[in-house]
C-alpha cells in the first residue's frame, strides 16, 4: 500500500505523459527513476512490480500496478472524471479512447521495432536491421499522417484563443509524436498538426513537465 501514486519513469520517456496526468489531475505522486538501460537507476525495485520492466508503470495507492500508457491514462481519466483526461461525453469518450488505443498498437509499437530491430530479426545484421529500421519508420510517418486526419479534430486547435486544458489524448500523442523522425515527417505532411502538438506543449502543465524531459538547449 502507498499513501500516493508512485511512477516509474525515465527522462525522455512515456512517463512524461503521465506525469502531465498527474499534474492536471491534481495527484500526488512519487517519481522513481528507472529504465533497463540504465543499470544505476532504480531498475531492480521497477522489476519487482513490473518484470517487463517497461516504463511507465503505475503503482496505485492500493497497490494495484499499471502500465501501458494508454492503460495507464484511461485509468486516471475513468477514476478522476473531474480531472478532464477523458471526455464527459460518452460519444466523445469513445473516440478519445480509440485515439489512444490507436497510439499504443500502431505507433508505440512501430517505435519499439523502429529502436530495436534486432529483436524482430533472426539471426539480425547491420543490413537487414536497417531495412527493417527504414520499413517501420515509414509506416510509422503514415500512421501518424493517418491519425491526424482521423482524430486532429478532438485536440486543441492551434490557434483557438486561450490554452485549452489538454486530455489524455492530447498527451500522448504529443509525447509519442516527438519520437522517430516522426515530428519532421508533420512538418512537411500536416503542418497544421504539427501546430497543435506544439501549442498542447505550451500549457503551463505540459511545459513544466517537458522542460525536465527535455530541456531547452541555452
Not at 30 to 56: F, M
Not at 117 to 143: F, I, K, N, V, Y
Not at 147 to 170: E, I, K, N, S, V
Request: charged residues 20%; proline residues 9%.
Amino acid at each position: 500500500m502507498h499513501a500516493v501514486h508512485v511512477l516509474f519513469g525515465y527522462p525522455g520517456s512515456g512517463s512524461a505523459a503521465i506525469e502531465c496526468a498527474l499534474a492536471l489531475a491534481g495527484l500526488p505522486f512519487e517519481q522513481r527513476q528507472a529504465a533497463s538501460w540504465d543499470p544505476k537507476s532504480e531498475l531492480e525495485a521497477l522489476t519487482r512490480v513490473n518484470p517487463l520492466q517497461q516504463i511507465p508503470t503505475l503503482v496505485l495507492p492500493d497497490g494495484g500496478v499499471l502500465s501501458e500508457s494508454a492503460a495507464i491514462l484511461i485509468h486516471l481519466g475513468l477514476a478522476h472524471p473531474a480531472s478532464g483526461l477523458l471526455p464527459t461525453d460518452p460519444a466523445a469518450r469513445a473516440q478519445a479512447i480509440r485515439g489512444l488505443v490507436y497510439i499504443a498498437a500502431n505507433c508505440y509499437a512501430a517505435i519499439s521495432i523502429s529502436d530495436y530491430p534486432e529483436r524482430w530479426l533472426h539471426e539480425p545484421d547491420e543490413a537487414s536491421c536497417e531495412r527493417l529500421r527504414t520499413g517501420t519508420r515509414e509506416r510509422l510517418h503514415a500512421h501518424w499522417c493517418l491519425f491526424a486526419d482521423t482524430f486532429g479534430a478532438l485536440l486543441p486547435a492551434p490557434d483557438a484563443g486561450p490554452l485549452q486544458r489538454p486530455d489524455a489524448l492530447a498527451l500522448l500523442a504529443t509525447v509519442v509524436s516527438r519520437w522517430s523522425g516522426t515530428r519532421p515527417c508533420l512538418a512537411k505532411e500536416r503542418p497544421d498538426f504539427l501546430a497543435q502538438l506544439q501549442r498542447i506543449e505550451q500549457h503551463p502543465a505540459v511545459r513544466a513537465v517537458f522542460e525536465r524531459h527535455w530541456p531547452t538547449k541555452p
